[in-house]
T-cell receptor, first 114, second 114 residues
């Protein structure tokens, strides 16, 4: 398995509180991604990064922000958590873009917003 | 916009039955194609991928997929399923040129009865 860890693995938080999820990789891959997975919606891209300090929005970026100050770390922040953000969050990494480079996934973070 | 369609949302099979999961995409250019599997409670893992060359691709655990360009399809097959194949299966596509993102299907849930 690719060296990807996510923390925390489980979190319960209250509506309106800020939450930060961390993705850490030891593969030195350039590209990192945050997805959310919900029943009936498959995987949806929230944000991704194509290098240190270089990030872009995915299809469901509202309410989320990201930061990447080091190659190995990609942080996802929910500024003010809402119940609709209850989900399983997966981080993924990729060595290159296009060219058929596959994405490798972390173990996921289960977030519950009450 | 590019999209990926997985026709079967839920499939139930008995052990030793043959499996075929459909995947169609909408993009006229050169593509890279992937099938991922997610076992219960786990993260996504790559089953197989197509970049170029032989359109019949063999992956792990006896799975294979055939790329049919004229039909914009990349169907997943296995001649004889096992109980351990119970999982969710995702098809994904990206632009082979320079696309940083994968476009995902909604997934097919496969249940194999012993």
């Amino acid at each position: 398995d690719a060296g990807i860890t996510q923390s925390p693995r489980h979190k319960v938080t209250e509506t309106g509180t800020p939450v930060t999820l961390r993705c850490h990789q030891t593969e030195n891959h350039r590209y990192m991604y945050w997805y959310r997975q919900d029943p009936g919606h498959g995987l949806r891209l929230i944000h991704y990064s194509y290098g240190v300090k270089d990030t872009d929005k995915g299809e469901v970026s509202d309410g989320y922000s990201v930061s990447r100050s080091k190659t190995e770390d990609f942080l996802l922040t929910l500024e003010s958590a809402t119940s609709s953000q209850t989900s399983v969050y997966f981080c993924a990494i990729s060595e290159t873009a296009g060219g058929g480079s596959e994405q490798y996934f972390g173990p996921g973070t289960r977030l519950t917003v009450t | 916009a590019q999209s990926v369609s997985q026709h079967n949302h839920h499939v139930i099979l008995s052990e030793a039955a043959s499996l075929e999961l459909g995947c169609n995409y909408s993009y006229g250019g050169t593509v890279n194609l992937f099938w991922y599997v997610q076992y219960p409670g786990q993260h996504l893992q790559l089953l197989l991928k197509y970049f170029s060359g032989d359109p019949l691709v063999k992956g792990i655990k006896g799975f294979e997929a055939e790329f049919i360009k004229s039909k914009f399809s990349f169907n997943l097959r296995k001649p004889s399923v096992q109980w351990s194949d119970t999982a969710e299966y995702f098809c994904a596509v990206n632009n082979a040129g320079n696309n940083r993102k994968l476009i995902w299907g909604l997934g097919t849930s496969l249940a194999v009865n012993p």
